[in-house]
């Protein structure tokens, strides 16, 4: 099969449709990843998702849905918060789970009774789901496990011949997935941080909780039990107080012929002599980079040495979370 890349317009848009109404999946672009997306109401069609990434099948996906669409005919019970919230940051890279009706394919939320929903604020993303109209389920359009995509060419380049369509909607200007706010409680949970930050969804919900998941422990989100992000190189992390180090070993690295390359942000990376990836000096320009950066890094080297970043403002939480665990241990 040849995989297609098209610009999001009339002619990609008719297509995706077909593909979408025959039970294909077809990559579509957020402001936060790419997505790989079918209709939920499909079973076979949301089964091929997990087949086509190699993901674990009691890892739930998100259903996306244009900003139209009605959700209390997917959910039900939405509290007075969840409102509010949808009110402030929707459409954008906030996903809120609710309990499900049960209307959609039972292998989206893989047996679970709640459902993950998203508004997607990126144009080409309403234009596609707008489309179809249909609530799509989409995890991360990349082979399990690895870097998620931020542009069409990463989707292409871990997917291609295995989907018809990527719809090309440029790079992503959000760069790490969205957060995820259980809301079937009385307070608001992140079961993943994200470009939404615990202290914006306290602002407007009064209240917000983080679950913190624990090796062997119960997993709120399945997603967070599994390794993720990972390039295929080897990887090694040093904290931002950690320069002189993290420069020794590189030197090791360079010295036996590694190719060694070092990853950290703007402020750092001038202090730095050698091969370096610079993520950027904001919390938004590092999160937009990052996943970019783990890719050019693993096309080029052997080992990436990433630097934590000094800077720690809200959005970081979510961007350290994915940087551990990209780099985590040596692969
Ligand atoms: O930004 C994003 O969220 C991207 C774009 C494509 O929208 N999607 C994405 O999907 O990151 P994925 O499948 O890579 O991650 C979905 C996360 C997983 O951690 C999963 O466990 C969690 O959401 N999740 C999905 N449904 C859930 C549910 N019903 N309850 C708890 N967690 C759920
Ligand atoms: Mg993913």
Known sequence: METKILPVDE?????????????GVVGMPTETVY????????????????????????????????????????????????????????PGPLTMVYKSKGA??????????????????????????????LPIAAPSANVSKHVSPTSADHVYADLNGRIELILDGGKCSGGIESTVLDCTGKVPVILRSGLVTREMIAKVAGDCE????????????????????SPKCRTKLFASNELSKAMEYYGEQIKKGVRAVIMCDSLTAVKVAGNVLDLGCTGAEIAANLYGKLREGEEIADEII??????????????????????????
Request: aromatic share 8%.
């Open 35 to 90: 997505g790989l997306g079918a209709n939920a109401f499909d079973s076979s069609a949301v089964e091929s998702i997990f087949k086509i990434k190699g993901r674990p099948n009691d890892n739930p996906l998100i259903v996306h849905v244009h900003a139209e669409y009605d959700l209390n005919l997917l959910v039900s019970e939405i509290p007075d918060y969840a409102r509010k919230l949808a009110k402030v940051y929707l």
């Open 11 to 23: 002619n990609s848009l008719r297509l995706a449709k077909v593909i979408i109404e025959h039970g």
């Open 104 to 133: 959609v394919s039972g292998a989206v939320s893989c047996g679970l009774d709640t459902l993950a929903i998203r508004i997607p604020s990126h144009e080409g993303a309403q234009k596609f789901l707008k489309y179809v109209n």
């Open 210 to 229: 983080e679950y913190v998941y624990r090796e062997g422990g119960k997993a709120l989100s399945p997603g967070m039990k599994y390794k993720h992000y």
């Open 306 to 331: 990433a630097i934590e970043p000094e800077n720690q403002d809200g959005v970081m939480v979510g961007v350290m979370n994915r940087l551990k665990k990209a780099c985590a241990e040596l692969k």
